[in-house]
């Protein structure tokens, strides 16, 4: 059982940890902060949280547990305006999509305090956005990824799993690079490439036509194509590195397709589509009845 | 209302294009032809057709149509096997992915008889295939691309659209060229291009880490990488042309998306990211609506 919990960002992300907490009775006051006073009124007015502020001193007062759940370009601005009320006894995480850059962002915000800033990411999104999005059952059966620090104390780490674990959340570790490397591969690279193949067909000039036959296979293709572009600027900007090696890789193996498909070479061409085939079958199979799909999701991975 | 009715390839779309027929009691007799014995006795017990041959002679004696629903590479060999028992009075249409190859295999295989011949196309299909997976809806509300020949009748071609009428399915018509345009970038392009980010991840040492983390936009972005490999090899090689041309256009934009990112200019990013948001939306709301989205379905398009 916590006590008090600040929820900085009171929007799907946030609110849904906070109703998450509510419905598990894990949390004596749940207090909301956001740079939106109609969001924050409304996550009040929800019951999403159970009292607001603008003050980090009033909100961080006694508080066990921070969650920063806002735009990660945002992360670093928001620890250095909370750091001067940060009390020994408060453990601060977040719920960004990437990870190297809060860290970085997280020791440049936090000096000496950085040791309890145990950085996560949920992964679990849907379209649409905001206190109304919220729901008490979002990370339910879900994955957060937890990125400890060198610094961290074992004990802070495990109330940030605790928490996520009450909201039916299943806890994965890994360092922060690893993390960036992971994401960019099977969330960003992905997002990247849809963003640009709707970019591409929208520029010719029989978009029209084209549009008009596309179907489902497009449909699904490019369903990520519909999130946000200054989170996914923000995401591509901060995983940079690891997105930059993820797309030239993926760039040297559709140059390898496109010399097959050039040379007519058709066992060439069948043997990716094979191994593709059955990996996505075997991940489909392994990965999609552990974590039943839930076909509203569409943000932040 | 038709009299005989000849269906070669009795599975997903041929048979579900007999059951549509019969739903609307719009053929006298369906006639079945097929490779594979099992499927075919699978398909009379079914009740998808009313009897089986081996023979084209018998099955095109006083036939009204003939579908051919196969593979795309093995249209020229089953028209060539058609063509010396082809009256004057009977329909040939087909219902391949691929049009400019169907032609031309056509030409060469019926000579001057390819006027009898109405190439299209239905846009539609279901993960699974053979005789079982065949739906007497399959077709309802979905769209068919006919590509008339300058040869054809103009009865003919009328012919060929009331069947998928008949069907409920809404008729595009477009020239043979052009329809292997719009699929190349609608279609096939997306096909590859998930295909190939299933494989180069598949191939990397820390694969089975990778596929871990993938969640709900990876599964709808390579969703199309599940399907049939021998299918979608003869796709992109009949359609090579058209497909090299959108393949390169995409790498071009990719490429500038690359350089865009390597130098962190975020405006450029976020330009190209909410140009494709606006229109994958706009697209959302124009097609989608009218076409209630079928979440099984996922071959040939």
Redesign the interface.
Same mark, same amino acid.
């Given at each position: 059982m916590l006590g008090k919990v600040v929820v900085v960002g009171v929007g799907l992300i946030g609110g849904s940890f906070a109703l998450a907490l509510k419905a598990a009775g894990a949390a004596r006051q749940i207090v909301g902060m956001e740079r939106s006073q109609e969001a924050l009124a409304r996550a009040l007015e929800l019951g999403i949280v159970d009292s607001t502020t603008d003050s980090f001193e009033d909100a961080l007062a006694g508080a066990d547990l921070v969650l920063v759940a806002a735009p990660v370009a945002q992360t670093g601005t928001i620890l250095a305006a909370l750091a001067p009320y940060l009390d020994v006894g408060t453990v601060v995480t977040d719920a960004g999509s990437t990870k190297a850059d809060v860290v970085a962002a997280a020791r440049a915000a936090l000096g000496g305090k950085v040791r309890q800033f145990v950085p996560a990411h949920p992964?679990?999104?849907r379209e649409s956005n905001g206190p109304d999005a919220a729901l008490s059952d979002l990370y339910q059966g879900k994955?957060v990824?937890v990125t400890p620090l060198p610094e961290n104390a074992a004990g802070d780490v495990g109330l940030v799993a605790a928490a996520w674990r009450l909201c039916g959340a299943l806890i994965?570790t890994l360092a922060p690079e690893e993390h960036d490397q992971?994401?960019a591969?099977?969330?960003h690279?992905?997002?990247?490439?849809?963003? =640009?193949?709707?970019?591409?067909?929208? /520029?010719?000039p029989h978009?029209d036509?084209?549009?008009?036959?596309?179907?489902?296979?497009?449909?699904?293709?490019?369903?990520?194509?519909?999130?946000?572009?200054?989170m996914?600027?923000?995401i591509?900007?901060a995983n940079?590195d690891a997105?930059?090696t993820e797309?030239?890789?993926?760039?040297a &193996?559709?140059?390898v397709?496109?010399a097959r498909?050039?040379a /007519?070479d058709?066992p060439g061409?069948?043997a990716?589509?094979? /191994?593709?085939?059955? =990996?996505?079958?075997a991940?489909?199979e392994?990965?999609?009845t552990a974590?039943p799909?839930?076909?509203t &999701?569409?943000e932040p991975?």
């Open positions: 992964i679990a999104g994955k990824v994965h992971v994401f591969a099977v969330s690279l992905p997002h990247l490439l849809a963003f =640009a193949l709707v970019d591409d067909i929208a /520029n010719k978009a036509r084209l549009f008009q036959y596309a179907a489902s296979g497009f449909r699904d293709f490019t369903r990520i194509a519909g999130s946000s572009p200054e996914w600027r923000d591509s900007l940079r997105l930059l797309l030239d890789a993926y760039l &193996q559709l140059t397709l496109r498909l050039a /007519n058709g061409l069948e990716i589509y094979t /191994n593709a085939q059955r =990996a996505r079958r991940w489909s392994a990965i999609e974590e799909p839930a076909p &999701q569409e991975e």
